[in-house]
């Protein structure tokens, strides 16, 4: 039986890993990072913060312009980070780019009870996301209504479905400290998972689903979204799956340095790297995706050195 987690042991987590994998990972520096590139897997490093979100920005615009009335597609993108948004707003207007043919995904959604929040909740992704990029665009070259599909736990049929009727190129997200994509979350550990966590290959087949979060993710959010005030942050969410990830054709992970810290963003690239897929470290299932990219900043990326405060 693997060693229960150090942070929440009715979960699975990254803790519950073999330690040789953690210590292999914590010693990486940023050159070895940049080394951990493979066929299906590469990495990137931008110097600068004005780099590094335009060059977020632009994946949108790049994915938006390959979108024709024969081929509509779109990108699933993330709120977390969220610096990007107002940049695509900004260049779909100074270009004059159209984009009556192209989609757009929200990865996830808070859910109270059994119904999503609405955009009147201060802590929408949905209302960050119209507020951020969507209401800024031009109407001359808004994107329809209907082309923008947001997560629902009563729509969740039509939002998987969607991605199976319009190719999404791109899946872009950052990572949270416990290590996932949208709200890909470890699960808890009970029932048949009371001792080993899902192999790698149940947990791919997992849909879009409301999902319980781990208690990492609650204190991330309240941190990063919500000044520290824990009890202010939903306990569920709706979020896209495994499924959907891998229709899309690329997945891009986002590593400002804000969100995970030195280990993690260090775990996640070495793990994929060297295709170790666990689903305690849901990020590493990524291994099996034929193309994933990580951007890092490169003063994000800090050290894994004990440093007394």
């Not at 990137?44 to 081929?71: G, P, Q, V």
């Not at 890909?184 to 029932?191: A, F, L, Q, S």
Request: hydrophobic share 35%; net charge negative.
């Amino acid at each position: 039986m693997r060693k229960l987690s150090s942070i929440a042991p009715e979960w699975w987590d990254y803790t519950t890993l073999n330690e040789e994998i953690q210590a292999d990972a914590a010693k990486l520096t940023v050159k070895d990072i940049e080394q951990l590139s493979r066929p299906g897997f590469s990495i990137k490093i931008f110097d600068s913060r004005e780099s590094f979100y335009m060059a977020e920005a632009l994946e949108y615009i790049k994915t938006w312009k390959e979108a024709t009335e024969s081929r509509p597609a779109g990108i699933c993108g993330p709120i977390g980070p969220t610096e990007q948004l107002p940049l695509v707003a900004q260049l779909v207007n100074d270009l004059e780019i159209d984009l009556k043919n192209a989609h757009f995904w929200g990865m996830d959604e808070w859910v109270i009870g059994d119904k999503e929040v609405g955009l009147d909740h201060p802590l929408s992704f949905a209302r960050s996301d119209m507020d951020l990029c969507f209401n800024r665009i031009d109407k001359k070259w808004a994107m329809p209504k209907e082309n923008i599909h947001f997560p629902t736990a009563g729509g969740i049929k039509d939002f998987s479905n969607s991605f199976f009727e319009i190719k999404c190129l791109l899946m872009q997200g950052g990572q949270g400290e416990v290590k996932h994509w949208a709200f890909n979350d470890p699960v808890k550990r009970e029932g048949q998972y009371k001792d080993i966590p899902p192999s790698p290959e149940e947990y791919r087949k997992l849909k879009t689903r409301v999902v319980d979060l781990h208690p990492m993710t609650l204190i991330q959010n309240a941190r990063t979204s919500g000044g520290g005030v824990v009890s202010n942050i939903p306990v569920r969410a709706v979020t896209v799956g495994p499924v959907e990830t891998w229709k899309s054709e690329k997945v891009s992970i986002w590593h400002f340095g804000s969100h995970d810290n030195p280990f993690g963003i260090r775990l996640t690239a070495f793990m994929i790297s060297k295709k170790i897929p666990d689903s305690s470290v849901p990020m590493s299932l990524l291994a099996g995706h034929p193309n994933v990219r990580f951007n890092y900043y490169r003063e994000g990326i800090g050290t894994c050195e004990v440093e007394m405060h």
